[in-house]
């Protein structure tokens, strides 16, 4: 049983948390066509820097032209998000200064959409940094969508077309699903063929929070 609170209120949500691509976005679109309401984490990441917002100045006033996109995207305030991750995933202190201004406007995200969805009888959060954000308690239940290291290594690279270096240096920058997997209530195995999915996830969306 893990150890930090769930949230325990009358709704059900379901906390789909693992690796970069160990496929928690496959998992969450199976989940929203069987009609649950999918609330996304990296959305709410990329709306905290989109033009105009104080996430974006801010990441304009510390890193400077080397960020800022290029042609009308520059005028238009956008931020070069590949710059972004060069300076963030080779520099802890750069990564870490980014989730300390990101992170709360997330969570804040999330808190204004589930107090939108309050009727809803259940809900997805899909949030990879969900263990190393303390985000638990937002969760009523929390699904690990699981596979082995060289797997994520390799599906990392071929879906964002990434050199081995630097799909690395995105996976080095989470916590180890090793780590995490003690924390989940749930693990989905997602080491063999997608099609096997569903019967997993179907026993699970039936089960009551913690005894699937
Ligand atoms: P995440 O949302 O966790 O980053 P994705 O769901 O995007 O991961 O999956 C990462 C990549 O791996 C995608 O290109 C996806 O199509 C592929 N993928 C997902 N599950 C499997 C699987 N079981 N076998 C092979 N490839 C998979």
Request: net charge negative; with cysteine; aromatic share 4%.
């Amino acid at each position: 049983m893990p150890a930090s609170p769930r949230w325990s209120g009358p709704q059900r949500r379901i906390g789909l948390t693992g690796g970069i691509a160990s496929g928690k976005s496959t998992v969450a679109r199976w989940l929203e066509q069987q009609g649950l309401p999918v609330l996304d984490a990296d959305v709410y990441a990329r709306e905290a820097l989109a033009p105009g917002t104080a996430g974006a100045a801010a990441v304009l006033e510390r890193y400077g032209e080397v960020v800022r996109g290029e042609g009308s995207a520059a005028a238009a305030g956008v931020i070069n998000r590949a710059a972004l991750g060069q300076i963030v995933f080779n520099a802890p202190q750069e990564r870490s200064w980014l989730e300390q201004l990101v992170h709360p406007l997330v969570r804040a995200r999330f808190e204004d959409e589930l107090a939108r969805l309050a009727s809803a009888p259940a809900v997805v959060l899909v949030v990879p940094l969900l263990f190393e954000a303390g985000l638990e308690g937002l969760c009523s239940e929390v699904w690990l969508v699981d596979c082995e290291p060289e797997q994520q290594l390799e599906r990392l690279m071929q879906r964002d077309g990434l050199s081995e270096a630097a799909a690395e240096a995105r996976i080095q920058a989470q916590w180890p699903l090793e780590r995490k997997r003690p924390l989940a209530d749930q693990l989905i195995d997602n080491r063999t063929d997608p099609s096997q999915l569903p019967a997993r996830l179907g026993h699970l969306l039936k089960a009551s929070a913690l005894d699937g």
